[in-house]
């Protein structure tokens, strides 16, 4: 994704929450569409972990056609090493019901919504990262009127992590 560097809401935001960690490491998030939703024995040893998080978000088609989405499905990946931290976000994305020859598109997601799935992020990170006795912070997400989840046209429920699936621990 070519972007301008801190014009990211995603990574913006993820900056400042860290930047007020007490631990004085240095976090970056960056996007990676490729990231598998389970860790290879590899990586687990080089300390990397997994979270997943779920949000509302907004999908906008160039044939004009948009919708709401209770089903974003948010993986991330992360590891601290050293003095730094690194975050790697897939944000799966969903085709147009309405066009369905539409590339898959990325949704938007409100600040508000951003904030709550690093309350999740990071608290996995306190935990996991630093040892804190922190308690997991679960996404329940209120119910909210959309229409019925398009799972053909859903990436998330194609490689079987989306929201309202068995395996939506962890
Ligand atoms: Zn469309
Ligand atoms: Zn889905």
Request: aromatic share 12%; glycine share 6%; proline share 5%.
């Amino acid at each position: 994704m070519a972007r301008i560097p801190g014009k990211n809401p995603w990574i913006d935001l993820f900056s400042k929450r860290m930047e007020n960690l007490e631990y004085g490491d240095r976090w970056n998030l960056n996007f990676n569409y490729h990231l598998k939703p389970d860790l290879e024995p590899g990586q687990r040893q080089e300390g990397w972990k997994i979270c997943k998080a779920w949000s509302f978000g907004r999908f906008y088609c160039h044939c004009s056609h948009s919708w709401t989405s209770a089903h974003v499905v948010l993986l991330f990946q992360y590891r601290r090493k050293k003095n730094r931290g690194l975050v790697l976000l897939r944000i799966f994305r969903q085709g147009c019901r309405n066009c369905r020859n539409s590339p898959e598109l990325k949704p938007q997601v409100t600040h508000d919504q951003i904030q709550k799935a690093f309350d999740r992020l990071i608290s996995k990170i306190l935990k996991n990262c630093y040892g804190e006795m922190v308690d997991d912070v679960e996404r329940n997400l209120p119910y909210r009127k959309t229409q019925p989840h398009e799972r053909s046209l859903c990436e998330a429920c194609k490689i079987g992590i989306c929201f309202n699936q068995d395996n939506v621990g962890d």
